[in-house]
């Protein structure tokens, strides 16, 4: 029986965090399968947000890449949450979002390549929307897990901000919010969890 590989156990101070503190760690080269979308988001629940203009396909790519892994490489690997990075709101009140999962470190363009062919046939379709094979060079990440309303989040990513000054760092780029529990599983909202994440730099 072949071994199932869990990157949250991998990368455990990011994806399977115990206390709501600011957590500074380096990170390795990671890769993931992102979806760019622009939409409104259905916020009137107490799950993470889910687009309604736009149907988020990335996952399926992940699923794909994770059945061909498992097929020629003997390798399986769990399906990681959802990170959103909510970039910019349009005049018309819709994100700008990037949608995106981590994948396998074995994972490469030429089997996301093939995956993407995979979910076209699936779904009859000619092309998917804006998705890419997204490598992320090795960082230094602030992160700090929210036990709350996902609403809430970037009250929690100020206050981040003001301790990373205070211990000597500053952001770097786009902050985003990992949403670590499935879309329907959110009851009730204080029970959520979120890690709020953001590359640094010392001062």
Same mark, same amino acid.
């Given at each position: 029986m072949l071994k199932t590989y869990d990157y949250r156990k991998k990368y455990p101070e990011t994806y399977l965090p115990k $206390? /709501? /503190? @600011? =957590?500074?760690? &380096?990170?390795?080269e990671l890769k993931y399968v992102s979806q760019r979308m622009v939409t409104s988001y259905n916020m009137d629940?107490?799950?993470?947000p889910e687009p309604i203009d736009e149907r988020w396909l990335a996952w399926k790519v992940v699923n794909q890449i994770k059945q061909i892994s $498992? =097929?020629? @490489?003997?390798? $399986?690997?769990? @399906?990681? &949450? &959802?990170e959103y990075i909510w970039h910019e709101k349009t005049t018309d009140g819709k994100w700008v979002v990037d949608q995106m999962m981590l994948v396998s470190d074995r994972a490469t363009e030429e089997m996301y390549e093939r995956a993407k062919e995979k979910v076209k046939k699936k779904l009859r379709v000619k092309d998917l929307p804006t998705i890419s094979f997204v490598k992320r060079p090795p960082t230094l990440t602030a992160q700090k897990l929210h036990v709350g309303h996902y609403k809430d989040v970037e009250k929690v990513y100020e206050t981040m901000k003001s301790e990373m000054h205070k211990r000597g760092y500053q952001p770097i780029g786009q902050w985003r919010v990992i949403y670590l529990h499935p879309a329907m599983d959110c009851y009730p909202a204080h029970n959520c969890k979120t890690v709020v994440s953001v590359d640094v730099a010392k001062n």
């Open positions: $206390k /709501e /503190e @600011l =957590v500074i760690q &380096p990170l390795p629940w107490d799950g993470r $498992k =097929v020629e @490489l003997e390798y $399986k690997f769990k @399906l990681m &949450p &959802p």
